[in-house]
């Protein structure tokens, strides 16, 4: 039972923080004015145009779609992957387990196996591709072996070496009701679920901070009406008063 | 700049460049001096506690700017704007990606405010503020045009112009500042103008534009400065009142607010449209500038403020004014509401000089005459502050459309270069955002690489000879890279001059 402590307490850690540093990442953004209007034209007018184009951005990466294909590419099935594999993973802190979560269960299959090609996909360019190589720093290159250990050793528990997924649904849905249970032993599930942890550790502490922060920025969340609407930062306001 | 500046040769298919690491370190604009920075308020030399000042002053900014902020965090290093800087593209530095530009402060910005980069800066690309990369930072943050196209191709729009800006705020508080820039802003608080041109000056040129316009049509066109009570208050760069072929356009305005029969004017006081406050990213000064235009308006009681052909200009009047002076609608501090009460609010305040054409042209009020510009095959250049920072009319994409419907109507040969170079996609003529000047021509004439080969190709096929734009960097820039590509000087012009050759004045013609 040491183990399963450990990953107890581990897993209420990388929660309060992955949580924690989160709220504390926007609360910082939410508070940090935006001074000016700087919406990259042609920009929507109105605030449900803006609120499409952030929708298409975080759905369909609009931009990248411009910019690049291949990255374009491989970090939407990445990102498309990861998502179905997370709804699959639900059924581990559900009982029962939600319809619509059982019905994705095959989807989120698939998903592994793109997230696996997406990031091999990413990896080889971040390594052959000579631009990319020069502004690559060693944490990027961590962040996707990361990702990628962590898919690979869920396919294993899948495809290669299945482990007892009811005694880890015993595990987890004990912890959400402050329960210890055992955790089944095997290496893969262990370095699987020690991954997931360290990754919830860095998220608000590393570029992962990119999916809050495509809300937050100013090019693409702002509407373009700045003659119609005066728009004006508290602090800037301040200089107003003081003529 | 000792040896001689060569184009880089035109490709025949634009392939991305191979690095070539360090080619354009040395490439630096002049440092301002002490008298230059303290006349606008910055330290005048490089203290020696210089990197506690600049985290300091990184600090502050991080506290004001949430794109700042949020932009030095989000980057994931994907590389999508690597290949879409046009001086990356001309020069081959990596250092001139934008990803690359940017990580210039990432570093110092994890180093200093990050926990990993705290912990393991090696990790995480995190750096110490040395001398050095500090010449770093002088060096490449004015290789950056802040035109704002990569902030088209990012993901997460991240704006490498918002960081240049924040990088130059730093150099400036830290006594490091770009004499180019600073001596300009200077002479705007002292003179009223980028040029230092004084009133009788501007009067001068005014009266001897009236004398060539009438030799030219035989109609007295007015060229009023200071006219109290005029309808119109006119605002545009000062380039427009003495170089080629920025004139051209100041005629062709005149001609048209004289056709539309409306009251117009300049001021001596706002002669200047342009305001390198935003290059030099300080909003004091951004303020202070556009002050001088609220100023003009209230003092001269004009109805409604229009500005000339000029990018960051318009950008500036368009998406900052409103926020900086209250030119604008909406406003409901006392600040603002004394203007707003003068402006009149049936029309959009302020006003493009080409919209304002264009619905003359739209409404029928001009009579022109296209064929008179039939010696020209016509392409418009978009120019970035426009394209990617602003507006014109009542739907995105006006800053696009209207230009382009104001040719149709001036001249009956008109070219598109390629997709990928224009609209929002548009190159920068390469010497924008405080970079033109002569010690940064290497730069300038590399930077043009992707628009002169944009050009090259309509110019073979389609036999373009005239570039239009509404720009005066534009102009300028391209009236003096143009000649190093091999075209002639003179195929750059304003929009307003074709309009001007087109327009038909009064009833003797
Ligand atoms: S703003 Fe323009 S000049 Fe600056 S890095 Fe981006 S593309 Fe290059
Ligand atoms: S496109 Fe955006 S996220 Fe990608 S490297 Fe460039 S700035 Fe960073």
Redesign the pocket.
Known sequence: MTAAWAYALAFYAAAAILVGGLAWRIADYWRTPAPLKIPTTPAPTTRGGVALRLAREVLLFE??FR?NLW?WLFGWLFHVGLALVLARHLRYFTEPVWGWVVFIQPFGILGGFLMAAGLAGLLARRLAVERIRY?STPSDILMLVLLLVITISGLVMKYVSPTDVVAVKVFFLGLLRFELHPLPAELHLRVHLALVAALMIVFPFSKLL?APGIFFSPTRNQADDPRERRHLAPWAARLDREG | MSTKVEAPPLRKYPVIPVLDIGAMSASKPYVASDKIQEAIGFPGELAPDWEAKAIAKMAELLGRYRSLKV?LD?????????D?CHYFIGTGDPKN???AR?DLMRAVYRRHFTLAGRIAPKLVGARDFTPELLQDWYSYYHQCSECRR?SV??????D?AEITMAAREIMDAIGLGQKYSNEIIGKVHRIGNNLGLPGPALEDTLLGLEEDVKEDTGVDVRYPLDAKGAEVLLVTPSADFFAEPHVESLIGYGKVFHAAGVSWTLSSHASEAGNFGMFIGNYEQLRKIALRVREAALELGVKRIVVGECGHAWRVAYSFWNTLVGIGAGGDDPFAVELQNQLDHRYRQPTHICEFTWDLIERGALRLDPSANDHRIVTFHDSCNVARASRMGDFPGGQFEIPRAIIRAVANRFVEMAPETIREKTFCCGGGGGLLTDELLELRVKGALPRMEALQEIAERDGVNFMATICAICKAQFSKVLPYYGFKMSMVGGVHQLVSTAIRLGSND
């Open positions: 931009s990248l910019s990255i502004i990119h | 932009y989000a980057c994931v290093h994907c590389g999508a704007c690597s879409k990606m934008p990803v940017q990569c191709f990012c993901p997460y729009g991240i490498t």
